[in-house]
């Protein structure tokens, strides 16, 4: 199973004046490192709980269908299924009817079920499912404790911009932190 991100959402989870007033900056001098750090900032916390703060469509590939009905998704909140896609002999895509389609985009992992399964002829990542999450289009429907988490985390970054450069970053987690984001991650045997 793997995900990838279609499109970049269209905003951050923070503004640049959310955390130039977090960090008391009051000058536009630093205005494109910060918006830097804060996109850096939101990756990492995507990637340690699995979620996506602002929603943006993303692309399930699956080598076959899984053994239960249930297909697991594993980044979330899960808003909707768009399409679902297999390969037919000649390599050429095609569209199921995803019409009926049963998801639990809330669940930690996302649970979906479909009407049907139609068979795919791709050894490899033959059924793609596309489908739209995060918590909303803006950070407003971001949950205040993970948008604090950012804050801390980008100004923690700033604070080692002489020390690190920004492809170095993230070059250190700020105390709290784990705390903040602990109630947002999965947590796996």
């Known amino acids: 199973m793997t995900i990838a991100e279609l499109l ?6 923070i503004t640049l004046a959310e955390v130039k007033a977090h960090l008391r900056l009051e000058t536009g001098d ?3 490192l910060l ?3 804060i996109r850096a900032a939101r990756e990492h916390l995507e990637g340690q709980t699995g979620l996506c703060l602002i929603v943006r469509p993303l692309r399930l590939y699956l080598d076959d269908w899984p053994e239960t009905k249930v297909i697991q998704i594993a980044r979330g909140p899960v808003q909707t299924i768009e399409t679902v896609t297999v390969y037919d002999a000649l390599g050429e895509s095609v569209e199921a009817d995803v019409a009926g389609y049963l998801l639990d985009g809330a669940a930690r992992p996302a649970r979906l ?5 139609p068979t795919t002829m791709r050894a490899l ?12 289009e803006s950070g407003a429907d971001v949950p205040d404790t993970l948008k604090r988490a950012l804050l801390l985390h980008v100004a923690a970054m700033f604070e080692l911009r002489g020390a690190l450069a920004l492809d170095e970053q993230p070059g250190a987690v700020p105390q709290g932190y784990d705390r903040l984001i602990a109630p947002h991650c999965m947590r796996r045997l």
């Not at 970049?8 to 989870?13: G, H, K, Q, S």
């Not at 079920?113 to 399964?117: M, Q, T």
């Open 8 to 13: 970049p959402p269209l905003a951050e989870p």
């Open 30 to 32: 630093e205005d494109a």
């Open 35 to 37: 918006s830097a750090l």
């Open 113 to 117: 079920i479909l009407p049907e399964r």
């Open 125 to 136: 990542n033959g059924i793609e499912i596309d489908f739209t999450a995060g918590f909303g």
